[in-house]
C-alpha cells in the first residue's frame, strides 16, 4: 500500500519538479482526453506543448502573449501570498486598457514622446483604482475580495461594451463597435525591428526581477509573506496586515493595468469587444506554475502562452476547437495542485504489515 | 397593469431565481461542512452542457437533468480529491474547478452551439393552471418545487437531524468532530457531492428550462452570485430563499427594461445591475454585522489532514 | 518484574508488555499496569514520558507495537476510540473536543455513538447534572461558559455512557483550587461507584489527595509503582524527572527599582468573537522586578498580552507608559524599538511563523533593536548570525539557523523565541505562559532566563495560569479575573487558598480594587 508521511521541511527537489511532473501529467491526460473525444490526441498535444518551441518564428509570438501573463502573475503571486484573493485580474486589465485609451483618444490629434509614458501612467492607474474598490472592502468592511473583484470583471467588461458601441465608437469606423486606431506616438515600440517583440516585453522580464528583489531581500516582501502565513505573528511582529491588503491588492492592480495598456497600444492598437481574451484568469495559472514566485512566473507564462500559440496551431492541424486550449489550462491547475503534494509528503510504497 | 402581464412578470421571477437558488443551497450544504468551493461556476456549467447534449442525444430532458446532476457530481469529486484528499488550497482548487468548467462545457459544446432542445416544461397537467393566478402556483417545472422543497428539506435537516448535526459539527471544529471520532473527510465528501449535484441541476436549468439552446458560457457568472448569496444568507437555507428571490427580481427587472426599451439607461449597464447589486448585498451585510464572522463556519475553506 | 496481580477479582484494565514506537522515538516501553474496578490509578510523568501515547491507546486513537490489553481478565483488542466506549472506556481529553458555537446539548449529543431523542437526552442529562450536584444549563452556548464547565460537558458525555473506566488527562491544568476541589468531589463519587479512574498528571500534590496507587512513567518506561499516600513527594518527583531538582537562584534586589512599565485604567474591548473586555487595568512594573499575573485560561490574559506589545492600540497614549514615554498609541514595532519585548502564549503562528526559518523567525521582531534589516534591506548575513548566536546562547536544538520552526520540539522553540527576546535586552519583557507545554529541563533554564534578566535591571511581567510557577518566579502577584486585574501583593504574604479564591472570581470585589 501507499504510505503518506508528512514531511517535516518541504522537500527542495520537488518544489522545483513538481511543476514540471505537473506538466508532464497534463500532457499524458490530454492525449487521452482529447483522443477519447475523438480527436487525434498525440498530434494536439504535440501541438500544443511541443510546436511553439520548436518553430523558431513562433517564438515572437509566445514572447508577446507571455508578456501580459507574466506581469499579472506577478501582482497576482505576491497577493496569493499575502491570502489576498484577487482573481479579478481581468478587470483591472481591462480597466487600465481603457483609462490608457482614454488618454489616447484625448490625445488623439497630438504629437510627443510623452503621450505613451502618460497612458501608461493612465493605465497602471486604472487598474489600480478598480483593484481599489474590493481592497477597501476587505479592509473596511470585511467583504470577501474574492467575489467582489471577481463581480467587478463583469461590470469591467460591460463597462467596455458599453464605450466602444456608443461614447467612444470610432466615427469613421463604419459603425463597427471599435475605437479609433492609435497614432503612432500612442503605440508601444517594438524591440526588434520587423518582429511583433514590443517593449512589454523586456518591461516583463524587468519587472519580474524587481518582483524578485521585492520579495527576497525588502522588509516589505518579507511582509507580504508573514502576513500570509501567520497573520496573528505579522501583527505580533509590528506588519499591518490592512496595510499590505491595500498594497497587494494595488500592486496587483496596477500591473494588471499595465498588462492591459501595453495590449491595447500594442498587438491590438486600438479596443474592441474582443479586447478581454482572459489573461487575468489565465494569470492566475501563470502564478501557481510559478509556485508564487517572481522567476518561475516567467517559465509559467512562457509555458501557457506557448498553449494559446499551440493551442492556434492544432486548431489547424488537428481541427482542435479553441475551447480545448482552456482546458488543457485548466487541467495543467488540476495537475499542479495535486502535484503540489509531492512537496509535502513523502510517497512510498510499501507492504502492508501483517 | 392586467393580472396577465403580472403573472407573467412572477414566471420570470421564479424561474430567474430557481438555478441560483439551487446552487447556492448545494454550497450552503458543503460550507456547512466546512468546505468553500468556489466552482460553483465551473459545475453549473459542466451540469448545464451535459444536460444538454444528453437532452439533445436522447430526447429526454428527464434524462438530460440526471446527467447534469452525475455531472455536477463528477465535478466535485475532483474538487474533492484535490482539495480533502490532497489537502490543495481550497481557494485554487475551486478557481481552477471553475476554469476547467468553461473550457469543458465551450469544448463539449462547441458541436451544439444555436442548437435547440424542448425545454423543460410544467410537472402538473395544465388544466391546473389555466387561470393565470392558478399559473404562479402550477404552472412551474419540477426543478422550481424541488428548489422549494430543498430550502425546507435542508433547514429541517441542518437544524434537527442527527446527521445535519454532525455535519455543522464537522464545519465547526474539524479537529474535535474528528477525535470524537467522525469521519470528517468522508462527510466533507458527501457535503460536496451534494453541492456538486445542486450546482449540476442549477446549470442545467439554464440550458434545459430558462434557454433551451446552448450557447457558450451561458451561466454567465450566476454561480459567482450564487456563492455570494450564502454569505448573504449567513448560511440559512430560509434566507437564501430571500436572496436568491430578490436577485431574481434584480434579474427580471433587467429583462422587463430591456424588452421595455429603456432608452436612458443602455443596456450594457443594465447587464451590470446584477453584479453591481451583489457588491452592494456584500457591502450592506458588513456593515449590519459588527460582531465579526460569527455566522461563518468556524473552520470554513481550512484544509484538514488527520495523520 | 512488573507482572499484574493475580487477584480474585480481576482486574478492570490491566495492559502487559506495552510498546509504541514513533520513528525516531520510542514513546512506550514494555509498559504494563492494572486497575481494579473502582480504583482510582495515577499515571505520572513529564511531559513526553509516554503518557499521551500510552492512553491514546488505551482510548483506541493508536494502535500498540507490541504487548497485549485486558479488559475485566479477557483479552481485548481496541481498534478505535468508538470500540474503547463499547467496551466502557470514557475518556476527557486535555483539550476539550467541543464545538463553541454550538449549545450544551448538542455537544453532548455529539458524544454520543448513538442517537437520542432530544428530550429524552435532556432528561437523561438532567438526572447526571442532578446526581452528581454538576451546575451545567444544557441551553448555553459553549463559547459563554467558563473552562470548568466546559470539562463538565465532557465528563457528562462519559458518564451517558456509563463507563466502567474513565481517563481523565491533566484535568486540572486550567481549573482553579475550587474547581479542582468540587472535581476531586465528583471524582470520588464515581469511583465509589465502582468505576475505575485513570488519572493522568504531573502535580504530585493532586495525586496525593485523590489516587489510590500510581504508575509513573519515564522516557516511555515504567520506573515504578507506587502508593502516593505513603509515599513522598520528593521520591515521586524525583523518580519522574529521574535528578535532583534544580532550584531557581534568586539574587534579590530587595526594594525594587524605578517604575519601567505603568499602565493607567487601560479598558479595551474583547477580540471577537469570544474575547474578554479588559476594565480599567492598572499596575506598574519597576525595574529588577518580576510581577507575576495570575488567572484561569480566559479571563482577559490575550487582551492584555496583545495590548501591551502593540497589536492593538490603547485608547489614550498615556494609558501605558514605557520609562515615562507614553506609548499606548505606538504600534507594535515602535514599542519594542523603546524597548517593550512581549513573548505570547502561542508560539506557532503568533510568536513564531512555523514555516519560516528560525533565521526569518529571528527577523520578526528583532529587526526594531538589531540591525537586521537597515532602511528594508534585509541583510542575510546579519540575521544569520543573530538567529545562530541567539541558538548559541539559550543552547537551542536544531539542526540550525535554516530549520524550520515547526521542526523543533515545543521546548526549543519556546527557547528560541524567549532567546529571541532577552537577546535585544529589552526594558520590559512581558511574556505569557513561558513554559507551556516545555519539558522540565527548558522550563528550568527559562526561568532562569527570566530572573536573571529582572537582575540586570529589566522589568519583566510574567502571565501564567501555573501558580506554582508564579509563586517561584514572581515578587508579587497579581490576578486577572474577567478582565480585571487585581492590586498586586508580595508573594511572601499571600496564601494558595487565597490566591484561589481570588481566580475564580469568588472576591470580585476585591479583586476588581485597584492599585
Redesign the interface.
Known amino acids: 500500500m501507499l504510505e503518506w508521511?508528512r514531511r517535516?521541511?518541504p522537500s527542495l527537489p520537488m518544489l522545483a519538479l513538481s511543476p514540471l511532473i505537473a506538466i508532464a501529467l497534463t500532457m499524458a491526460l490530454g492525449m487521452i482526453v482529447f483522443t477519447a473525444m475523438g480527436y487525434d490526441g498525440f498530434h494536439a498535444v504535440g501541438s500544443i506543448f511541443l510546436t511553439p518551441f520548436l518553430e523558431p518564428q513562433r517564438w515572437a509570438d509566445i514572447g508577446v502573449k507571455a508578456a501580459p501573463l507574466v506581469m499579472i502573475a506577478l501582482g497576482l503571486a505576491i497577493g496569493f501570498r499575502a491570502n489576498v484573493w484577487n482573481i479579478g485580474a481581468e478587470g483591472q486589465y481591462v480597466m487600465g486598457a481603457i483609462a490608457g485609451t482614454g488618454v489616447a483618444l484625448l490625445t488623439y490629434q497630438m504629437t510627443g514622446w510623452w503621450i505613451l509614458p502618460a497612458m501608461v501612467l493612465a493605465g497602471i492607474l486604472g487598474g489600480m483604482a478598480w483593484a481599489a474598490i474590493p481592497a477597501f472592502l476587505r479592509v473596511r468592511l470585511q467583504v470577501s475580495e474574492i467575489l467582489t473583484s471577481l463581480m467587478l470583471t463583469y461590470v469591467a467588461v460591460q463597462f467596455l461594451y458599453f464605450l466602444v458601441r456608443g461614447p467612444w465608437k470610432d466615427p469613421d469606423g463604419f459603425n463597427f463597435p471599435q475605437t479609433r486606431m492609435f497614432t503612432a506616438d500612442q503605440t508601444l515600440p517594438t524591440v526588434l525591428e520587423g518582429t511583433l517583440v514590443h517593449l512589454g516585453i523586456p518591461a516583463a522580464l524587468l519587472l519580474a526581477l524587481v518582483a524578485w528583489l521585492l520579495m527576497?531581500?525588502?522588509?516589505?516582501g518579507?511582509a507580504v509573506?508573514?502576513v500570509g502565513?501567520?497573520p496573528?505573528?505579522a501583527?505580533?511582529?509590528?506588519f499591518?496586515a490592512e496595510r499590505t491588503t491595500w498594497a497587494t491588492m494595488l500592486l496587483s492592480g496596477g500591473l494588471a493595468g499595465l498588462a492591459g495598456l501595453f495590449e491595447a497600444a500594442g498587438p491590438f492598437g486600438q479596443l474592441t469587444p474582443q479586447f478581454p481574451i482572459g489573461y487575468g484568469f489565465t494569470a492566475i495559472i501563470v502564478a501557481f506554475l510559478g509556485r508564487l514566485h517572481p522567476l518561475g512566473i516567467v517559465f509559467g507564462g512562457i509555458v501557457l502562452a506557448a498553449t494559446y500559440v499551440g493551442g492556434e496551431i492544432a486548431q489547424s492541424t488537428v481541427r482542435l476547437p479553441q475551447a480545448a486550449t482552456g482546458m488543457f489550462q485548466a487541467l495543467l491547475l488540476f495537475m499542479l495542485l495535486a502535484t503540489d503534494v509531492l512537496v509535502r509528503w513523502r510517497i512510498s510504497w510499501k507492504r502492508r504489515a501483517a | 397593469m392586467t393580472s396577465a402581464i403580472l403573472v407573467s412578470i412572477l414566471m420570470t421571477l421564479v424561474a430567474a431565481s430557481t438555478p441560483i437558488l439551487l446552487a447556492a443551497l448545494g454550497e450552503l450544504v458543503a460550507e456547512k461542512a466546512g468546505v468553500l468551493n468556489l466552482g460553483v461556476e465551473g459545475m453549473m456549467l459542466c451540469g448545464a452542457v451535459a444536460g444538454f447534449a444528453v437532452a439533445f442525444s436522447s430526447g429526454s430532458t428527464t434524462l438530460g437533468l440526471f446527467a447534469a446532476l452525475l455531472a455536477g457530481v463528477a465535478t466535485a469529486m475532483v474538487f474533492a480529491v484535490l482539495a480533502l484528499s490532497l489537502n490543495a488550497n481550497q481557494v485554487a482548487t475551486g478557481l481552477a474547478l471553475t476554469i476547467f468548467g468553461i473550457g469543458a462545457s465551450s469544448l463539449i459544446g462547441a458541436g451544439f452551439v444555436g442548437r435547440t432542445i424542448p425545454r423543460l416544461g410544467p410537472i402538473f397537467p395544465a388544466a391546473l393552471s389555466e387561470h393565470p393566478w392558478l399559473r404562479v402556483v402550477f404552472g412551474h417545472d419540477i426543478l422550481v418545487y424541488l428548489s422549494l422543497a430543498l430550502v425546507i428539506g435542508i433547514g429541517f435537516f441542518l437544524r434537527r437531524t442527527?446527521p445535519g448535526?454532525?455535519l455543522?459539527?464537522v464545519g465547526?471544529?474539524d479537529?474535535?468532530?474528528h477525535?470524537?471520532?467522525?469521519p470528517v473527510i468522508a462527510i466533507r465528501y458527501a457535503a460536496v457531492a451534494f453541492g456538486g449535484a445542486l450546482a449540476g441541476l442549477g446549470g442545467a436549468y439554464f440550458s434545459l428550462a430558462l434557454t433551451p439552446m446552448w450557447a457558450d458560457r451561458l451561466t454567465a457568472g450566476r454561480g459567482w452570485i450564487a456563492l455570494a448569496l450564502v454569505v448573504f444568507s449567513a448560511w440559512r437555507p430560509g434566507r437564501l430563499l430571500v436572496g436568491a428571490y430578490l436577485f431574481g427580481a434584480v434579474a427580471t427587472l433587467e429583462l422587463q427594461a430591456k424588452a421595455a426599451g429603456v432608452s436612458f439607461l443602455a443596456p450594457e449597464v443594465l447587464a451590470m445591475a446584477p453584479y453591481l447589486a451583489t457588491i452592494a448585498v456584500l457591502t450592506m451585510m458588513s456593515l449590519g454585522r459588527r460582531?465579526?464572522?460569527?455566522d461563518a463556519p468556524?473552520c470554513l475553506g481550512k484544509p484538514f489532514s488527520a495523520v | 518484574m512488573n507482572q499484574p496481580r493475580e487477584q480474585i477479582v480481576p482486574s478492570r484494565l490491566a495492559l502487559a508488555h506495552i510498546s509504541k514506537s514513533f520513528?525516531g522515538v520510542k514513546a512506550n516501553e514494555d509498559i504494563s499496569l492494572s486497575i481494579a474496578p473502582g480504583e482510582i490509578h495515577a499515571l505520572l510523568g513529564e511531559n513526553g514520558a509516554g503518557k499521551s501515547t500510552l492512553v491514546k491507546i488505551i482510548y483506541g486513537v493508536q494502535q500498540a507495537d507490541e504487548g497485549t490489553i485486558s479488559w475485566n481478565g479477557e483479552p481485548v483488542a481496541i481498534p478505535?476510540?468508538?470500540a474503547a466506549r463499547k467496551l466502557g472506556i470514557g475518556m476527557v481529553?486535555q483539550h476539550?473536543?467541543?464545538?463553541?458555537?454550538?449549545t450544551v446539548i448538542?455537544n453532548i449529543?455529539?458524544?454520543l455513538?448513538e442517537?437520542v431523542d432530544r428530550e429524552e437526552l435532556k432528561a437523561r442529562v438532567a438526572a447526571i447534572l442532578e446526581s452528581y450536584s454538576l451546575p451545567l444549563d444544557p441551553d448555553r452556548e459553549v463559547h459563554t461558559l467558563s473552562v470548568g464547565e466546559r470539562q463538565r460537558i465532557e465528563i457528562v458525555r462519559c458518564l451517558l455512557q456509563k463507563p466502567k473506566l474513565l481517563i481523565m488527562d491533566e484535568p486540572t491544568s486550567v481549573l482553579t483550587p475550587q474547581e479542582v476541589e468540587r472535581l476531586f468531589s465528583t471524582l470520588r463519587q464515581i469511583a465509589a461507584e465502582g468505576c475505575s479512574i485513570l488519572y493522568i498528571s504531573h502535580k504530585l500534590s493532586e495525586i496525593r489527595a485523590l489516587c489510590d496507587s500510581a504508575t509513573i512513567l519515564r522516557a516511555g518506561r515504567v520506573v515504578a509503582t507506587c502508593d502516593p499516600k505513603v509515599e513522598t513527594t520528593k521520591r515521586m518527583a524525583e523518580l519522574m524527572i529521574g535528578a535532583e531538582l534544580r532550584k531557581i537562584e534568586h539574587s534579590k534586589t530587595a526594594g525594587a527599582g524605578a517604575v519601567r512599565l505603568s499602565v493607567t485604567g487601560l479598558s479595551l474591548p474583547g477580540e471577537?468573537?469570544f474575547g474578554t473586555d479588559l476594565e480599567a487595568v492598572s499596575f506598574v512594573a519597576r525595574a529588577g522586578e518580576i510581577l507575576g499575573i495570575a488567572g484561569v485560561a480566559g479571563n482577559g490574559q490575550a487582551e492584555l498580552l496583545?495590548a501591551l506589545?502593540?497589536?492593538r492600540l490603547a485608547p489614550g497614549p498615556a494609558t501605558i507608559q514605557l520609562d515615562g514615554k507614553a506609548i499606548g498609541q505606538e504600534?507594535?514595532?515602535?514599542r519594542?524599538a523603546l524597548g517593550l519585548a512581549?513573548v505570547?502564549e502561542?508560539r506557532n503562528?503568533?510568536?513564531?511563523?512555523?514555516?519560516?526559518s528560525l533565521a526569518?523567525n529571528g527577523?520578526?521582531?528583532a529587526?526594531?533593536r538589531v540591525p537586521l534589516?537597515p532602511h528594508?534591506?534585509?541583510s542575510r548575513g546579519s540575521v544569520k548570525r543573530f538567529a545562530d548566536s541567539v541558538i548559541k546562547l539559550f543552547d537551542v536544538r536544531t539542526t540550525g539557523y535554516g530549520?524550520?520552526a515547526?521542526?523543533l520540539s515545543g521546548g526549543n522553540l519556546q527557547k528560541f523565541i524567549m532567546g529571541r527576546e532577552i537577546g535585544q535586552q529589552p526594558a520590559v519583557l512581558v511574556v505569557s505562559q513561558p513554559t507551556w507545554g516545555v519539558d522540565a529541563g527548558a522550563a528550568a533554564a527559562i526561568r532562569q532566563e527570566l530572573v536573571d534578566l529582572a537582575a540586570k535591571g529589566s522589568a519583566v511581567v510574567v502571565i501564567s495560569q501555573d501558580l506554582d510557577e508564579l509563586l517561584e518566579l514572581a515578587d508579587r502577584l497579581s490576578v486577572i479575573n474577567e478582565g480585571r486585574l487585581s492590586a498586586p501583593r508580595p508573594v511572601a504574604s499571600l496564601g494558595i487558598d487565597e490566591i484561589g479564591l481570588m481566580m475564580g472570581g469568588v472576591h470580585g470585589a476585591e479583586a476588581a480594587a485597584h492599585a
Not at chain 2, 291 to 294: E, S
Not at chain 3, 331 to 334: E, F, N, R, S
Not at chain 3, 349 to 356: E, I, L, R, S, T
Open positions: 508521511r517535516r521541511e527576497e531581500k525588502t522588509t516589505a518579507y509573506k508573514v502565513l501567520a496573528a505573528a501583527r505580533h511582529g509590528g499591518s | 442527527r448535526l454532525i455543522r459539527a465547526e471544529n479537529a474535535s468532530a477525535a470524537i471520532g467522525y460582531t465579526g464572522r460569527l468556524a | 520513528p478505535s476510540p468508538k481529553f476539550f473536543s467541543l464545538f463553541d458555537a454550538m448538542e449529543a455529539l458524544g455513538d442517537a471577537p468573537p496583545t506589545s502593540g497589536e504600534g507594535a514595532g515602535a519594542r512581549c505570547p502561542e503562528g503568533h510568536a513564531a511563523v512555523p514555516d519560516f526569518d527577523l520578526l521582531t529587526r526594531h534589516a528594508g534591506w534585509i530549520a524550520l515547526r521542526s
